[in-house]
């Protein structure tokens, strides 16, 4: 977690990088701060406690001036938020100011060595002893700024993305990437811009180069990009074109941008399916499926791999593949997976799923995935991101930034891929009849049309949000693809909202969830028209035996629940496996209101942060 940025060149510094920050906010906001070297060569920092808008008010009135600058966004792992464990953290002489996203993993030791030789610390931030030790390596070897960081990463375990000024050279920033996304911009001027994703550059640039791990980059304004690693061999810069539009990066008029990409939903599903589904030729297109045909259609098995509402979109992806594509599928949180000494064969097809395409243990689970011989497949939504750059081939989902921390247009986009690739994958493997493919695929395209009705039960989920703010605890139940949905709609509650919210299967509530139920406990169910349906009547009836309040999601024209339950939701009618993608929304809108309601920052929910780059 936590955000960089960077700027050398001939602008003003600070604009560029408070604006930079803003735009990073998401991945961390404990605390904040600058650092510019002004024409007198002066290295100016300010940090504090807070948010971007509370270090905006620190530096009033303060030096902001200067054409080279660093300025961190933090999510504190090591030393709680305050000014003084906030970046950029300063070396023991003044000259160097360092920023860091990542941990290191030894820095007890570093910091101990370095104080047995008198080095001073001002933080309890792991983070410092970067500053430290690099600076300590100059001094005693007499070595240049980039010479030192090349001897220090030796040192260095752990993840960091990291840049570094140099009072003494003010033209140029030194950063380096292990573990932890940094991407450059190439300015007209030979100007820099750096950010940990590309989203505070979209508006001065499109050229970028995304560093890969190892990568020690020097931006020396007026200088060609040079790029090395430690051992200080030359590594190629691989440029590419980002196409992100400022639009997408603002909130378009709406309070908050969870607002805004819940009601993005249709025309980023849209933008999802589209060259990929053609309903007049009746077939899906996958370049991923078409180039690796063979490895996809002959799995074994899949493995999906992911974490928080991508596990979410995981669960509904088991359910897709194994009842269309007849794969056998596991779902796995990244973190267990990853070290569990889980059993992978060559065979098996590992299905990553991120939006940011950068969480650790994703990344590490596609690390242990590879190393056993699997195929490792993408679903990643950030466009070059870590994950597919590491996997052997994937999709995109191409739902746009997504800026709120509380995850919605990324998960109706993940389900919409992952229903597109299986589809794909039953009309290789024949394990679909025909027509039910055709059905299939006219229905999927259908959806954003059905998106836009679902999103007409705002009013009435404003109406009904007052109602719930009262709640300490909340049950969410579904049952087969409503399930997961289920799942989501309480983590969507709890991360905005803060009330605690379970999601479970509707059946097994009565396995020991269903003690809980009183009038105090507001409880959701999915009850939409599909297999189950009259199951799940069947669990709202003991719901409301024991006085709990009903508030059921039905599809539109039912008559039944209406009679059991306090509140109803119509939403239009769909497939059963297509389901989720509609429920979801009138879910993510209550979390919202009740969150508003309750006068919560909704896109900066406490503790919480979008990108989580540390394990
Ligand atoms: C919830 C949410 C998180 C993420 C999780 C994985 O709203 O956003 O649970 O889904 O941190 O992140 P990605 O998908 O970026 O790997």
Not at 591 to 601: E, S, T, W
């Amino acid at each position: 977690m936590c955000g960089i940025v960077g700027y050398v060149g001939k602008k003003n510094a600070y604009s560029i990088l408070i604006s930079g920050l803003k735009r990073l906010e998401y991945r961390g906001y404990d605390s904040a701060g600058v650092a510019m070297i002004n024409v007198q060569s002066e290295l100016n920092i300010y940090k504090t406690k807070g948010k971007v808008d509370d270090l905006v008010a620190f530096c009033d009135e303060k030096d902001t001036t200067g054409t080279i600058g660093i300025a961190h966004t933090r999510w504190a792992t090591h030393g709680e938020p305050s000014s003084k464990n906030a970046h950029p953290h300063v070396s023991a002489s003044g000259r160097l100011a360092l920023i860091h996203n990542g941990i290191i993993e030894n820095y007890i030791t570093l910091k101990e060595k370095l104080i047995d030789r008198g080095v001073q610390f001002r933080s309890v931030t792991d983070s410092e002893v970067l500053v430290q030790l690099i600076e300590y390596i100059m001094q005693s070897n007499e070595l240049d700024l980039l010479e030192a960081v090349q001897v220090a990463l030796h040192q260095v375990i752990g993840a960091y993305a990291i840049a570094i000024l140099d009072r003494e050279h003010p033209d140029t920033i030194v950063c380096a990437r292990q573990s932890s996304p940094l991407v450059v911009g190439l300015g007209k001027d030979h100007d820099y811009y750096l950010a940990s994703d590309a989203s505070p550059i979209a508006e001065y640039t499109d050229k970028v180069v995304y560093l890969n791990d190892g990568d020690i980059a020097v931006l020396q304004y007026g200088k060609t990009l040079k790029m090395v690693n430690k051992d200080n061999e030359t590594q190629q810069p691989k440029v590419k074109q980002i196409d992100v539009s400022l639009g997408q990066l603002e909130k378009g008029g709406y309070p908050y941008f969870m607002l805004k990409e819940i009601f993005e939903q249709p025309e980023c599903l849209r933008d999802c399916m589209r060259g990929r589904i053609n309903v007049e030729s009746n077939r899906i297109s996958l370049s991923a499926v078409i180039d690796y045909r063979e490895k996809l259609i002959n799995a074994r098995r899949i493995i999906i791999v992911a974490c928080g509402t991508s596990w979410h979109a995981g669960l509904i992806g088991k359910q897709l593949f194994e009842s269309l594509c007849r794969i056998p599928v596991e779902v796995e949180y990244a973190s267990e997976f990853r070290y569990r000494n889980p059993v992978i064969f060559p065979d098996d097809v590992v299905i990553a799923i991120s939006q940011s395409g950068e969480t650790a243990d994703t990344l590490a689970a596609i690390e242990l995935a590879s190393k056993s011989g699997a195929f490792v497949f993408g679903v990643c939504n950030a466009i070059g991101a870590s994950i597919p750059r590491q996997t052997q081939t994937g999709v995109y989902i191409h739902v746009g930034p997504e800026i709120g921390v509380a995850s919605t247009k990324a998960f109706t986009g993940q389900v919409t891929t992952l229903s597109m690739l299986a589809l794909c994958l039953a009309q290789e493997r024949k394990s679909i009849p025909a027509a039910m493919y055709q059905e299939m695929i006219k229905e999927l395209a259908s959806i954003p049309e059905k998106l836009e009705l679902a999103l007409r039960t705002n009013k009435q989920i404003e109406q009904l949000a007052p109602i719930f703010t009262y709640a300490k605890n909340c049950l969410y139940l579904g049952r087969g693809y409503n399930y997961p949905v289920a799942l989501e709609g309480a983590l969507k509650l709890k991360e905005i909202s803060y009330i605690h919210a379970e999601g479970y299967p509707a059946a097994e509530m009565k396995h020991g969830p269903i003690a809980l139920i009183d009038s105090e406990m507001p409880v959701f169910v999915i009850a939409t028209r599909d297999r189950l349906y009259d199951k799940v009547i069947s669990n709202i009836q003991e719901v409301r035996a024991r006085g709990g309040r009903v508030t059921a999601l039905v599809t539109e024209g039912d008559e039944q629940i209406s009679k059991l339950a306090d509140y109803v939701i119509e939403l239009p009618d769909t497939l059963e496996c297509f389901q989720p993608l509609i429920a979801s929304i009138p879910l993510q809108l209550l979390a919202y209101h009740i969150a508003v309601c309750k006068g919560k920052d909704v896109d900066r929910p406490r503790n919480l942060a979008k990108s989580v780059t540390v394990e």
